[in-house]
């Protein structure tokens, strides 16, 4: 990959700080408990039970360390307080924080009952209980659709129900009677396999299911074709209605089609104890960076969970209890596993802020400074929204960064002001006392922070990823070198930093807003108001903000939080080519997909398509913007040829289309020749083809630094 640009003293500093990463480094995140009395969860890194859970790694994994501390209250309350966001919390017991931008988060918000996909299973609130379905995905050229169809129904006789407790991987809802008395509680968490509700008081549940009698708290039923399980901890069955005493627990799951003689029965031991939180630690080491996911239980049983497709690429535990089955998902073929703890490794990605220039041509470095000058003049105004005014920003302190490692300090100087004096007005806490743009308030209701003016539905919570990791990185760029900067930055950088990703929650922001732990990647919806579950499209943003989280962390001098960042863009990075760039083709489930990447995925499907544009260079220049340095992941373990068929298939006549600068870039990541075969096709590239969060310049300069 490449480097900083360590040839530069301007950049020392942040090169200095970035290599304290190689260290094993690693973080607890801390998650809320979702009621009084639960069990003290296992400590970090622990299997969580004797059910297999634990995994022999061959790899060596990082220790876990101190998480980053953050006084969220601090930071909020020296913003403008302000209701600029529009949500509707409608599901949502007082006093808890809103969970935008999660796999579930359309549980919580607006007032139709949409489905949502904790795999394997999907999930839906009635208005008098749940159903729960096993997605059966239907492949098309231009898309892998699962979507919700119920197989068991359960009605409580509710006539609410309200979200309680929550995670950035588990979510409880309360079922309420009538006159808003408490019936139970329904908990589902990504990868598990079971949706286990307790009562609160004695209570009937019907089901449409035809499970047939108990035997030793277990009943089953056959539903076109798949196997369901219904195991209870206590109570009586008759009829298709179970009688549950308070304090029981029942719990459904479904068989897998090719189900290990063990899985039943390991399934109805699991079922009937519920998970009630997921605990989240990660490490950071030279190679690999560790998420381990502990499925924590009211009784401390163990429990169970399925692999994803990066849960199983690359350099991973050995792992106990699997073997037990698979399911079929739009994501792919999903492995069942016994066990509470799900521990898996992405290889490390360092947060990079510069290209490795060193050594290129004195002819191509003479090009790249003569097209500087020209970029630099034409830089026009910046936006003032905060997705094209962080946007313009990053690509104007690009050229700076650029300017400065060729030694055009004189170039780029006016530049550097410039961007420093629009970070500087971005940054003031109170600045939108005074303006209705350029700055950031805290919507105490929301518990977010809002950027005005707002774009692509950022008031409504969407992409606060993409669009503050723009900003962090033009800081974190600039600031590398100018602590007078990092200081006039420091308080509103820092609270868009724990906007994104807050490593424990508080009462002022949730945990992790964006990124799902277990998916291995960020959503962009904030309330995901669709039957399809979230989505998101740019993995390559995401990527971005936590790049630019880290490059902050990094001018900033806090380590904590820049091994965090680490471990989000190499966990993100990972899942951008196993879902996104580089999907695996030949997954049964992908059978009939015609094309070379998934540009859209949703939590219920995976799309061939934008929500801006048809054309075939928008679906992989989406997934490759803004091609920083840290960019060169996309071709980790990646096949030259697979990079050469993306580009030929979204540019077939050449790069004079959308984003293609961008295609040039990820082209020369198929080898040096084809980064020295690009070179011309740059120079020749019409305006129209450069995006406006790029330059002319630094394709360039990316492609010398990738040739020969």
């Not at 999660?102 to 159903?131: C, D, I, N």
Request: glycine residues 10%; charged residues 20%.
């Amino acid at each position: 990959m490449t480097a900083i640009g360590a040839d530069h003293p301007r950049r020392m500093r942040l090169v200095v700080v970035l290599a304290a990463v190689a260290a094993l480094v690693a973080v607890v995140l801390l998650v809320p408990r979702p009621w009084a009395g639960d069990a003290v969860p296992p400590a970090a890194g622990g299997s969580g039970g004797s059910g297999g859970g634990a995994p022999a790694s061959p790899v060596v994994g990082p220790d876990d360390a101190t998480p980053p501390e953050v006084d969220a209250a601090a930071l909020t309350g020296a913003l403008t307080q302000a209701a600029d966001a529009e949500i509707n919390p409608v599901r949502l017991a007082d006093g808890l924080v809103p969970q935008s931008n999660r796999w579930y988060s359309g549980l919580v918000f607006g007032e139709e009952l949409l489905p949502v996909f904790p795999l394997p299973l999907s999930f839906a609130l009635t208005t008098s209980g749940f159903t729960v379905g096993l997605p059966d995905p239907v492949t098309s050229p231009k898309a892998i659709i699962g979507p919700h169809v119920p197989a068991v129904t359960v009605d409580a006789g509710a006539a609410s129900a309200q979200v309680v407790a929550a995670d950035p991987v588990a979510v409880t809802t309360r079922l309420l009677d009538a006159a808003g008395a408490p019936l139970g509680d329904v908990t589902i968490a990504a990868g598990s396999p079971f949706v286990s509700f307790t009562a609160a008081a004695d209570i009937d549940l019907t089901s449409g299911a035809a499970f047939g009698a108990l035997t030793d708290g277990v009943a089953t039923a056959e539903v076109a074709g798949t196997t369901w399980g219904l195991a209870t901890s206590g109570g009586t069955l008759d009829d298709g209605t179970l009688a549950l005493p308070a304090g029981a627990t029942a719990g459904w799951y479904a068989l897998p089609d090719d189900a290990s003689a063990d899985a039943a029965g390991i399934l109805a031991a699991a079922a009937v104890d519920p998970v009630v939180g997921v605990d989240v630690t990660y490490g950071v080491g030279d190679d690999v960076a560790r998420t381990t996911l502990t499925y924590r239980t009211a009784g401390s049983t163990p429990s169970a969970y399925v692999l994803m497709h990066h849960h199983t690429t690359g350099e991973q535990p050995e792992r106990e209890g699997c073997g037990l089955g698979t399911y079929r998902s739009v994501h792919g073929t999903l492995e069942l596993c016994a066990g509470s703890t799900l521990t898996s490794y992405a290889p490390t990605v360092q947060p990079t802020g510069a290209l490795d220039l060193e050594g290129i041509a004195d002819e191509r470095r003479d090009a790249i400074l003569a097209q500087l000058e020209q970029d630099v003049a034409g830089t026009e105004a910046f936006a003032s929204d905060t997705y094209f005014g962080g946007k313009h920003l990053y690509r104007a302190a690009t050229l700076v960064v650029l300017g400065e490692q060729l030694g055009a300090d004189d170039t780029v100087a006016a530049l550097r002001t410039r961007v420093a004096d629009a970070l500087r007005e971005w940054s003031e806490p109170a600045g939108c006392d005074e303006r209705a743009a350029r700055c950031f308030v805290y919507d105490e209701s929301a518990r977010s922070v809002i950027g005005r003016t707002p774009s692509f539905g950022s008031h409504e919570l969407n992409d606060h990823h993409f669009h503050y990791g723009y900003l962090l990185s033009a800081a974190g760029l600039l600031g590398a070198d100018d602590p007078d900067l990092v200081d006039d930055l420091r308080p509103v950088m820092d609270v868009l930093a724990a906007d994104i990703a807050a490593a424990q929650p508080s009462d002022e922001l949730p945990q992790l807003r964006t990124f799902d732990p277990y998916a291995g990647h960020a959503w962009a919806s904030g309330t995901s108001p669709f039957a399809d579950g979230n989505n998101q499209e740019s993995a390559s943003e995401a990527v971005n903000a936590w790049n630019g989280l880290g490059l902050w962390a990094a001018a900033s001098g806090q380590d904590d939080l820049l091994t965090q960042a680490t471990w989000l863009t190499s966990t993100e990075a990972a899942s951008a080519r196993d879902y996104w760039t580089d999907p695996d083709l030949e997954d049964p489930v992908m059978d009939g997909f015609e094309h070379r990447v998934v540009a859209l995925n949703w939590g219920g499907k995976r799309d061939y398509a934008t929500w801006f544009s048809p054309e075939p260079s928008a679906m992989l220049g989406i997934l490759l913007i803004p091609m920083g340095p840290v960019s060169d992941y996309l071709a980790v373990d990646v096949e030259p040829a697979t990079i050469l068929a993306a580009v030929d298939e979204a540019a077939p006549a050449g790069p004079d289309v959308m984003f293609g600068d961008y295609l040039l870039m990820y082209r020369a990541l198929a080898g040096a020749e084809e980064a020295t075969a690009a070179w011309q096709e740059a120079l020749d590239l019409p305006d129209t083809s450069i995006d406006d969060g790029s330059s002319r310049a630094y394709l360039l300069a990316w492609l010398a630094a990738h040739g020969a």
